[in-house]
């Protein structure tokens, strides 16, 4: 189950040059199924579209068995960016960035800029998980 799901991009108009989510807040909450709240995966595109997450809140969230709370394992020429968003409180839940590479150089690529981190507990999962052919960025 997801609650965000970025799946195609049928709809969006050819000249979208940027997609963007804005003040997002999940918080408060206990899950014992692993779910995405936000995922990507699916998305495979060379066109020139960026998606931006600002102002994201993840506070007070934990999986009884891990959990993602953001799954971006898109493929694209651009990056998906994370900007000026918190992760608080959180047990058990991380994000995952990647995938393997796709066709004419597609890959995950994420790019995470002035945001807060504190306060994580897990006994075996990592906050940030990347795999083969992803690229990640964290600055402020």
């Not at 968003?85 to 839940?93: E, I, Q, R, V, Y």
């Not at 150089?105 to 990347?130: E, M, Q």
């Amino acid at each position: 189950m997801t609650l965000i799901k970025i799946s195609s991009l049928l709809n969006t108009p050819p000249s979208s040059k940027t997609i963007l989510f804005e003040n997002i807040v999940f918080r408060d909450t206990f899950m014992a199924s692993s779910l995405n709240l936000i995922d990507t995966e699916g998305i495979s595109t060379s066109r020139d579209i960026t998606f931006i997450f600002r102002n994201l809140t993840f506070s007070n969230i934990g999986y009884a068995d891990g959990g993602n709370l953001m799954n971006l394992g898109h493929l694209l020429s651009t990056q998906v960016v994370i900007q000026d968003s918190t992760f608080n409180n959180l047990t058990s839940a991380g994000i995952v960035v990647g995938g393997a590479l796709g066709q004419q150089g597609l890959r995950s690529k994420v790019k995470i800029i002035d945001s807060k981190f504190s306060d994580y507990s897990s006994n075996s999962y990592s906050f940030i998980s990347t795999y083969s052919g992803s690229e990640l960025e964290i600055r402020n």
